[in-house]
């Protein structure tokens, strides 16, 4: 597993964010650093997506930054250029997998079935998004999976919260968890940081429950 991975699988979960304003970037940034939670994925659903990441990336150099909703190459290479570290997308792309395979960054595919997962192990790659995690047969469906795909680790993403998310962590198979519940779009257009901050907060404290 390479070593942005294995920070991400300190970390344990990953915010997953829809950025409308560019200056709710550090904000936001400062709500996830002290709340405890060093890491980003900040989706290209947004056209301020690259800008935000340039942005947090310059101000928390140490948090791990990455790019969601990744549909395109052009997307592959604004991410990169604005110092993404990793890269995930939705569904299993074979060219966007690739060509990000070929630029030597991080892409963890969503996947959500074997046909998907046998082409990541094509694409050597070890850790995939599982996604959507929930409704495509949550963590009794990455068990399944597991079974013969055993080298092969998850992120899952989508419907994951508070209540769900020991269930899928408690899996030595799930490196973390991505999410929105702790980031929730609301929230951020209120500018709300403070309630983000112990919304991260009482989402590490629901991970750490998992290992006491
Ligand atoms: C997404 O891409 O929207 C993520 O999977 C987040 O899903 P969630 O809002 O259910 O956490």
Redesign the pocket.
């Known amino acids: 597993m390479k070593s942005i991975l294995k920070k991400i699988e300190k970390i344990g979960i990953i915010p997953?964010i829809k950025l409308e304003e560019i200056e709710d970037t550090l904000p936001l940034a400062e709500a996830l650093y002290e709340g405890g939670l060093p890491c980003a994925e900040i989706?290209f659903r947004t056209n301020i997506c690259a800008d935000a990441i340039r942005l947090m990336k310059g101000k928390y150099p140490e948090m791990i930054v990455g790019a969601?909703?990744v549909l395109t190459k052009v997307q592959v290479d604004k991410a990169i250029e604005a110092g993404a570290e990793f890269i995930v997308s939705?569904g299993f792309n074979s060219e966007i997998v690739e060509y990000c395979n070929k630029k030597d960054i991080i892409i963890t595919p969503g996947c959500s079935n074997p046909t998907d997962i046998e082409q990541a192990i094509k694409y050597g790659l070890d850790v995939v998004k599982f996604?959507?995690?929930?409704s495509a047969g949550g963590i009794k469906m990455i068990k399944s999976l597991s079974a013969p795909y055993s080298k092969i680790k998850f992120i899952p993403?989508?419907?994951?919260?508070s209540e769900n998310l020991k269930n899928y962590l408690d899996f030595d198979k799930v490196i973390a968890c991505?999410?929105?519940?702790m980031v929730p779009t609301e929230l951020i257009a209120e500018k709300n940081f403070a309630k983000i901050k112990v919304l991260v907060k009482k989402a590490i404290e629901n991970m750490l429950d998992f290992s006491l």
């Open positions: 997953v989706t969601g909703t939705p996604f959507p995690a929930e993403t989508g419907g994951i919260n991505g999410g929105t519940w």
